[in-house]
T-cell receptor, first 112, second 111 residues
Framework: GQQLNQSPQSMFIQEGEDVSMNCTSS?????WLWYKQDPGEGPVLLIA?????ELTSNGRLTAQFGITRKDSFLNISASIPSDVGIYFC????????????FGTGTRLTIIP | GAGVSQSPSNKVTEKGKDVELRCDPI?????LYWYRQSLGQGLEFLIY????????KSGLPSDRFSAERTGGSVSTLTIQRTQQEDSAVYLC?????????FGPGTRLLVL
């Protein structure tokens, strides 16, 4: 069954605002990933986190791997219209090839 | 192209019919995955192929679902005797290490 709790489910923000979303688990995972899915497309990897406590940035995106290995957050600064989409956290038990377990997603909408 | 491709992009079928969904992974990627995404939901793992190893079928929801990967490349997901609850987007991904690259998906609607 579903092991990842992702929140919020949806966000309505104005362009230029900062965004924060998080993902928690009752189990320990060794790799945390954040994906973005645009309408009609497959998910695209944004950030990968491999070390507990790690803070990683990719442009306006920043993600952290929780020290307990049971949570992660994703921040987007100064949102722009192309940030609209669904953001998913995903986890791997180990490093390397294996199936991903996904969160339920956070739908981001930018209000004009 | 260099990405994962899937066909068809959309499929409408009648309840009880069989469907086949195709995935062409990125050349050289040894691992191939199938996921299902129901409306407004996250992705649900179905099956995973790694090289010549036996596939991990632990996510297949019923014995109506099967998949094969020929020659370590193209994969086909088959759903027999489709039911309305099979309606979803079926996504394929391939990887060589931990980064999975997804195709655009096949949108299946069972009437």
């Amino acid at each position: 069954g579903q092991q990842l709790n992702q929140s919020p489910q949806s966000m309505f923000i104005q362009e230029g605002e900062d965004v924060s979303m998080n993902c928690t688990s009752s189990s320990i995972f060794n790799t945390w990933l954040w994906y973005k899915q645009d309408p009609g497309e497959g998910p695209v990897l944004l950030i990968a986190l491999y070390k507990a406590g790690e803070l990683t940035s990719n442009g306006r995106l920043t993600a952290q791997f929780g020290i307990t290995r049971k949570d992660s957050f994703l921040n987007i600064s100064a949102s722009i219209p192309s940030d609209v989409g669904i953001y998913f956290c995903a986890v791997l038990s180990n490093f390397g090839n294996e199936k991903l377990t996904f969160g339920t997603g956070t739908r981001l909408t930018i209000i004009p | 192209g260099a990405g994962v491709s899937q066909s068809p992009s959309n499929k409408v079928t009648e309840k009880g019919k069989d469907v086949e969904l195709r995935c062409d992974p990125i050349s050289g990627h040894t691992a191939l995955y199938w996921y299902r995404q129901s409306l407004g939901q996250g992705l649900e793992f179905l099956i995973y192929f790694q090289g010549n190893s036996a596939p991990d079928k632990s996510g297949l929801p019923s014995d109506r679902f099967s998949a094969e990967r020929t020659g370590g490349s193209v994969s086909t997901l088959t759903i027999q005797r489709t039911q309305q609850e099979d309606s979803a987007v079926y996504l394929c991904a391939s990887s060589v290490l931990e980064t999975q690259y997804f195709g655009p998906g096949t949108r299946l609607l069972v009437l």
